[in-house]
Every structure is written in C-alpha cells, then in structure tokens.
C-alpha cells in the first residue's frame, strides 16, 4: 500500500519496475504476479500505461522488459549522483591520498557512480560506470555483506565466481565465511582480488535505495593495514554523509 497522501496506481506501476528490475530487467506475466500480488487486470493495466510511455517494452514472447525510457532516466539519474557526492569524495581523497570511489549494486554486479581520483603518478583509477562482480571487490564484497544469504546465493547463481586474479575467491563458502568477518568488522578488504598489486577498504553507505559501499584503494605498497586504521574511520564519516545526502526525501 502507498504511504498516506500517496497515489496508489503510481505506487503499483513503481513497483511492477522494481520488480522487472530484480528479476533481471525480463519477466512474465506469471511472475509479475506473484510478486507483487496484484491481480492480472491490474497488472495488464499499468504494464500497458508503462509500454505507451516507454517505460516497459513487451516482446515477442509476450515477456516483458524494461524499456528505452529507463535507461534515460538512469543515465540523468547517475550524472547528478556523480555531482552531488563528488565534493564528498574529493575531500576524502585529498586527506587520505588514495582514490576514493562509490559504487552501488546494479543487478548482479556492482557498478562505480562516483570517483575522485589520487594525485599521485601511481595511482588506482576506474572507470565511472564500470561494471564488476561484487565477489572479487572491496565495494562488491561490501555490497553483498549488506544482503540476506539467500540474496547472495541468487547473486553467485548467476554471475558465477570467475576469478579476476590468482586471490579472488572461487568458493561459495569461502565467500561466506569472508561476508560473516566483514560484517563482524564493519568494513571490507580487497587485497589483490580484482587488480594484482592493488589493495582496497570499503564500507557500507547506509540508507541508500540500493545497497552501496564506498572505498579507498591504491598500490599496496601504500594501502596497508596501517594506512586501513586510519581510512576506515574517515571511510564511515564520509559515507554517512553520503548517506543522508542519497536518502534525503
């Protein structure tokens, strides 16, 4: 039900997007249903205001996926996140030395929305919009410690466990046992898992829509554990203000 002073119809399309989101960006009628609990003519209704308006495209299987219009709204949607977190990031980064990146989870991946890159020659730099897998990532690893098990499980089954070098975990109980010590710690190390060489410790941003983390990385020459007591602290500060700047409204 929408909250008081909401509209209901608009409440139920969202959530029909919600839900084609999470099962991949393509589901049936069948699945709609039961996972909204909506009733088949209501569902028909919205999915056909969604297709009209581009919101919602209907194959020739008679599935349903997201539609052209989305991706415009996430396009203009990630631009402002980059600008209003950027000025948080670049201050970290300017007191910690090291790149300082925020990443959100996007199906199952994680993808980065945000950085501020080290002034250093030597130095960890991502692509804003690169994709990942959350099992062989600071921010990913992070990510996924935020999720129920079963959440995880459904993640892994269909990203797989492919390894990005020769320390990446392949194993799914090596993996959960590896989410219980971050979330018994509150942050998480990456430590030559996705890049050789490069070392990483990222936190959780709490009360965004969709599970993020925040992360500072660098050489592991420089990222040590030393340098890791220092920057987790300074890591949480800036992503609770990140937090409640993303949960504002």
């Known amino acids: 039900m929408p909250e008081s002073g909401g509209v209901q119809s608009l409440d139920r399309a969202i959530d029909l997007l919600e839900i ?13 249903a039961s996972r909204s609990g909506l009733a088949l ?5 919205l999915l056909r205001t969604l297709v009209n308006r581009g919101y919602v495209r209907q194959l020739p299987s008679r599935r349903y996926t997201l539609g052209p ?24 980064a300017h007191e910690l030395g090291e790149s ?43 990510v996924l410690a935020q999720l129920a098990d079963d959440d995880v499980h459904k993640i892994i089954a269909s990203a797989g466990l492919p390894p ?10 090596a993996l959960f046992a590896e989410l219980d010590s971050i979330r018994k710690r509150g942050h998480a190390v990456d430590d030559g898992e996705q890049e050789i060489g490069v070392r990483c410790f990222a ?18 020459v420089r990222v040590t554990d030393e340098f890791g007591e220092r920057a987790v602290p300074l890591l949480c500060e800036t992503a609770a203000t990140i937090g409640e700047f993303l949960s504002v409204g």
């Open 20 to 32: 084609l989101t999470d099962l991949g960006g393509d589901a049936g009628l069948s699945e709609l």
């Open 41 to 45: 003519p209501t569902i028909h209704r």
């Open 69 to 92: 219009r989305v991706v415009r709204l996430g396009e203009a949607a990630g631009r402002q996140l980059g600008v209003g977190t950027k000025p948080h990031l670049e201050r970290l």
């Open 100 to 142: 300082v990146n925020l990443a959100i989870l996007d199906g199952d991946m994680v993808v980065y929305v945000a950085q501020a890159a080290s002034t250093r020659s030597m130095r960890m730099f991502t692509e804003v919009g690169r994709r990942v897998h959350c099992h062989s990532t600071g921010v990913g690893k992070m």
């Open 164 to 173: 990005a070098t020769e320390h990446s975990i392949t194993d799914i109980e």
């Open 203 to 220: 936190v959780p941003v709490s009360g965004t829509p969709t599970p993020a983390a925040l992360s500072v990385s660098g050489p592991a």
